[in-house]
C-alpha cells in the first residue's frame, strides 16, 4: 500500500542554518506530493504541493521537488528562522483513488534556537 | 472568513462516557475528513465523507461514528468502545471534484482527555 516515511526528528538548528527534512514515499499510479506544517496548538496547513515528477513545490523560502526515480520529496529552506519552529509533515494523495485522501508521514519536529 | 471551525478546543471524558465533537465548515467544500494524530505516529484518518449523507470508514474507524446530514457540518462522535480515545483529533475538508488538487484545509483541533 501507499506509505510515507520522514526523517525522525526532532530536529535542532540554529537560526539562518540550511534544513533538509527527508522524505520518501511507495505508492502506486501517479501520487501528488505535499508538505504541511503544524504550528504549536494549531492543525496543519498546506505549505507548498508538487502534482508531478520534477515539479518543484515553494512556498515562504521553502522547497521541494518531486523526484520519481528516488520516489522522494525532500524539504529544504536556505535560511530557517525561529518563527519555522514548527511540526512538518510529508504527504502523499493519489487524485485516481476518487477522493483526496491523504496519506501522512509521522512528522518532523524542527525547533530553530536564535 | 471562510475556514473550518472545531469545537470544543479541549475536552475531558470519563472513562465509559461518549462525547461528540463538532467541526463545522463555510468553505462550500463537499468533502469532509476526520484525523487523530498521536504523537510520533503522524495522522491517521477515521472517517471521511464525499457528500451529504453518505461517509465511509478510514484506517481506524472501530469505536467512532458519524453523521453528515448538512453540507457544514460533520461530527465525530468517540464511543466507549473507543479503547485508547485520549488523543488530539482534527477535522478537515476539501474539494471533491476534478481537478483534485488533494488540498485539505484544516481546523484547529480538539484535544480530547479521557480521565
Known amino acids: 500500500g501507499n506509505s510515507v516515511t520522514q526523517m525522525e526528528g526532532p530536529v535542532t538548528l540554529s537560526e539562518e542554518a540550511f534544513l533538509t527534512i527527508n522524505c520518501t514515499y511507495t505508492?502506486?499510479?501517479?501520487?501528488?506530493l505535499f508538505w504541511y506544517v503544524q504550528y504549536p496548538g494549531e492543525g496543519l496547513q498546506l505549505l507548498l504541493k508538487a502534482t508531478k515528477a520534477d515539479d518543484k513545490g515553494s512556498n515562504k523560502g521553502f522547497e521541494a521537488t518531486y523526484r520519481k526515480e528516488t520516489t522522494s520529496f525532500h524539504l529544504e529552506k536556505g535560511s530557517v528562522q525561529v518563527s519555522d519552529s514548527a511540526v512538518y509533515f510529508c504527504a502523499l494523495s493519489d487524485p485516481l483513488g476518487g477522493y483526496n485522501k491523504l496519506i501522512f508521514g509521522a512528522g518532523t519536529r524542527l525547533a530553530v534556537h536564535p | 472568513d471562510g475556514g473550518i471551525t472545531q469545537s470544543p478546543k479541549y475536552l475531558f471524558r470519563k472513562e465509559g462516557q461518549n462525547v461528540t465533537l463538532s467541526c463545522e465548515q463555510n468553505l462550500n467544500h463537499d468533502a469532509m475528513y476526520w484525523y487523530r494524530q498521536d504523537p510520533g505516529q503522524g495522522l491517521r484518518l477515521i472517517y471521511y465523507s464525499q457528500i451529504v449523507n453518505d461517509f465511509q470508514k478510514g484506517d481506524i474507524a472501530e469505536g467512532y461514528s458519524v453523521s453528515r446530514e448538512k453540507k457544514e457540518s460533520f461530527p465525530l462522535t468517540v464511543t466507549s468502545a473507543q479503547k485508547n480515545p485520549t488523543a488530539f483529533y482534527l477535522c478537515?475538508?476539501?474539494?471533491?471534484?476534478?481537478?483534485?488538487?488533494?488540498?485539505?484545509?484544516f481546523g484547529e483541533g480538539s484535544r480530547l482527555t479521557v480521565l
Open positions: 478537515a475538508s476539501s474539494i471533491d471534484i476534478p481537478p483534485n488538487t488533494g488540498e485539505l484545509f
Open positions: 505508492a502506486t499510479g501517479y501520487p501528488s
